[in-house]
């Protein structure tokens, strides 16, 4: 930690501002250049404390920049974890507004929803699947608040990881039967093949996601409760999309998941 607790809570309202308000700002840590990891998990904190304040609730949690091609997208090596707020929540088919964004990507992830609960250090993909209850394909809608979706580790971090929309759909699977490293995914942008994956493009299997988080929680004396809804990270890179586009993802074996932006 390098920050004092005003410094903290100053940049959370400065990030939550321009999420709200729906303009980009500069990466903090070009005005905090020492700002650590520490230092951007609790202006993340600070921006769930507004929120909740505001009886907005946590809906789930996030794993970011899991896969080679985020990582490569965004210049980043080491994944980040955040927060999804119930208010992000987009129904299957739904309609986005595009202008209550800044610049908005998606990307094609798969959602676990645990029947028990994971508690690091030590968590690893067996001991995921064991405590998944099932899984449903998703897409994210990220919108860093930083301009030219430009930053570093902590900047996004402490940005909530650019959290800002999420929509699940498909159908919801039990892991048993189901190889999460081969399945498949395809992204359509108005009806042309924009990016694909298969599971195994997170971390080798996105489970290994959810015990990174496991782990990250456990650094901070926390475990990830039974019942909660995790976004492993997207297996494509991210997608810019703007009003009038639709998108549509379909998953081997879990169904598709769709959206438009008007
Ligand atoms: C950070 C969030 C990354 C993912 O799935 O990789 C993320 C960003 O790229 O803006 O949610
Ligand atoms: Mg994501």
Redesign the pocket.
């Given at each position: 930690m390098t920050l004092d607790q005003d410094t903290i809570q100053n940049l959370a309202a400065h990030l939550e501002d321009a999420e709200l308000n729906v303009r980009a700002v500069t990466k903090i840590t070009d005005a905090h250049p020492s700002l650590d990891w520490d230092d951007a998990y609790a202006i993340q904190h600070a921006i769930r404390l507004r929120k909740e304040a505001r009886s907005q609730r946590v809906a789930g949690l996030?794993a970011?920049?899991?896969?080679r091609a985020?990582m490569k997208q965004?210049g980043v090596d080491v994944p980040?974890f955040g927060l999804i707020f119930d208010y992000m929540s987009v129904p299957n088919g739904g309609e986005i507004e595009a202008n209550k964004l800044i610049h908005p990507k998606v990307?094609a992830?798969i959602a676990f929803v645990l029947k028990q609960p994971l508690r690091g250090p030590g968590c690893h993909a067996g001991a995921v699947l064991a405590a998944t209850d099932f899984v449903v394909p998703a897409v994210?809608i990220?919108d860093?608040r930083y301009e030219n979706?430009r930053f570093d580790l902590a900047s996004?971090i402490a940005d909530n990881?650019?959290a800002s929309r999420f929509v699940v759909g498909g159908v919801a699977r039990g892991v048993e039967g189901l190889d999460l490293r081969t399945l498949g995914l395809v992204m359509e942008k108005n009806g042309e093949i924009v990016a694909m994956a298969a599971g195994a493009a997170v971390l080798g299997h996105p489970a290994v996601a959810v015990a990174a988080l496991a782990n990250h929680l456990a650094a901070r004396g926390e475990e990830i409760p039974a019942g909660t809804f995790i976004m492993s990270?997207?297996a494509t890179e991210?997608i810019s999309v703007a009003a009038g586009d639709a998108i549509h993802v379909r998953f081997q074996d879990l169904g598709s998941v769709s959206m438009r932006f008007v």
């Open positions: 996030k970011g920049l899991t896969s985020k965004m980040c990307e992830e994210e990220i860093s979706f996004v990881t650019s990270g997207g991210a």
